[in-house]
Nanobody, 126 residues
């Protein structure tokens, strides 16, 4: 099963930027979806963005579209989430997740993802 480790979480002021990374190991299939999710205290885990490793097709939750960008580096086996124009409501623990998937459009349901990292904390202050 794919092993995932997130990094890059920090405390920033509203309007600032942050870049999260997800390092993967133990890949054994050609095509995966890598998803980013977040969870604030007392809230359910929320899908943020996902990308297909095969073709690079990405999609985003409405709450982050236009502000966040997901990307992948096949050689480094990493996926990144560039977060711009951060808002206090973006404060959460951010998780990356992976599932072997052959289609270009990735799922958004958290139960579809089989491998999970431990998370990295993002705090946005006003």
């Amino acid at each position: 099963q794919v092993q995932l480790v997130e990094s890059g979480g920090d405390s920033v002021q509203a309007g600032g930027s942050l870049r999260l990374s997800c390092a993967a190991s133990n890949y054994e299939y050609r095509s995966y979806c890598i998803g980013w999710f977040r969870q604030a205290p007392g809230k359910e885990r929320e899908w943020v963005a996902a990308i297909s490793t095969a073709v690079g097709m990405s999609n985003y939750a409405d709450s982050v579209r236009g502000r966040f960008t997901i990307s992948r580096d096949i050689g480094k086996k990493t996926a990144s989430l560039q977060m711009n124009s951060l808002k206090p409501e973006d404060t959460a623990m951010y998780y990356c997740a992976a599932v072997a998937f052959g289609s270009s459009r990735c799922p958004i349901a958290r139960e579809m993802y089989k491998s999970w990292g431990r998370g990295t904390q993002v705090t946005v202050s006003s």
